[in-house]
């Protein structure tokens, strides 16, 4: 009850004028997170109805979202999928079924370094070291392709006791969620949420990385996760990652920031490159850069723990 009165209390929608442009903005907590989008569009009379409109409907988007994935909630969609789909397929709603599609597809984008489906493992080490035949039986349940899709029916079905969890693509995901509703309209402006944010237009973005070092960006129509691995998923992971499927080096990294032309892809990159290291990193990134037409829109920052010497930054535009 006290998360819909916060989000109650902070959703603000205000249009001030400026310089023949107005200011969109609303905001509100949602998926554990608070999200914030702030946009200039034209002050043109017929263009201010159908722009507040799209707010309220992306909004509305995101409730429907924060309502269907919430792990919480027993009447939620991810609950009945982890307590039901082994068993049999089920249908869901479009909006989660996108989600799922979308993780599955940045699965394989990363080579297996970004999966939904590491919950059994993360769940048994969450208290004790468990015994060999229960991690056997957890590794069984990882992957992917242990998530069985039928796109005609919207249906789902789970394989080899799968389990799903949406904490590292779910911000992404409803980032751009909201940018799809407002990009006709945005001029200029922002999407946040946690660390994830996309940009519309021009924007001049300074990061602080060490010290001794910004982050100096120019943006247009792009998207920055910031990753900080002080965060108790990272730190814990040091006893799991051991047992993923893909190889994962275990590396100083402190932060990862990434460019990338939309939020979820962003996220995930960043995600993936937290398990990857970074010279799997370095290489993943530079093949992405040869196939895409805005090669500038994909970059990749580390910073790394230099023992005595600091921190030091390492990236893919050097």
């Not at 039901?84 to 993780?103: F, G, H, M």
């Not at 100083?252 to 979820?264: E, S, T, W």
């Not at 990857?276 to 990134?285: A, D, N, R, T």
């Amino acid at each position: 009850m006290k998360k819909y009165l916060l989000a109650a209390g902070i959703c603000l929608l205000f249009l001030t004028g400026c310089d023949g442009q107005k200011e969109l903005k609303r905001s509100g907590f949602y998926l554990d997170n608070v999200f914030e989008a702030q946009i200039k569009i034209s002050d043109k009379k017929e263009n201010l109805r159908p722009a507040q409109a799209a707010l309220n409907t992306a909004f509305d988007k995101l409730a429907e979202l924060d309502t269907n994935i919430n792990k919480l909630s027993p009447l939620s969609e991810i609950s009945a999928l982890n307590a039901n789909a082994a068993w049999r397929s089920l249908e869901i709603s479009k909006i989660t079924y996108d989600l799922i599609e979308k993780a599955l597809n940045a699965s394989a984008f990363t080579d297996g370094y970004f999966d939904i489906t590491w919950q059994p493992l993360i769940k048994i080490f969450a208290l004790t070291t468990p015994t060999a035949e229960r991690i056997a039986k957890a590794k069984a349940s990882l992957g992917y392709k242990n998530i069985a899709l039928d796109r005609s029916l919207t249906r789902v079905r789970f394989l080899n006791n799968a389990e799903i969890d949406f904490d590292h693509i779910k911000r992404g995901f409803a980032v751009d969620l909201l940018s799809s509703h407002l990009k006709k309209y945005a001029l200029t402006g922002q999407i946040k949420a946690g660390g994830v944010a996309y940009y519309f237009g021009a924007k001049k973005l300074s990061l602080k990385l060490t010290e001794k070092e910004n982050l100096n960006l120019k943006l247009t129509d792009a998207a920055v996760a910031v990753l900080n691995t002080q965060d108790s998923y990272y730190v814990n992971s040091a006893a799991w990652r051991k047992y993923l499927p893909a190889a994962s080096p275990v590396e100083p990294i402190y932060q990862i920031v990434v460019i990338a032309p939309n939020a979820v892809t962003a996220e995930i990159l960043a995600e993936a490159f937290y398990f990857m290291g970074v010279e799997k990193s370095l290489q993943k990134i530079a093949a992405i850069k040869k196939q895409a037409s805005r090669q500038n829109l994909y970059e990749v920052y580390f910073v790394l723990d230099n023992g005595e010497n600091g921190q030091k930054v390492i990236s893919s535009a050097e």
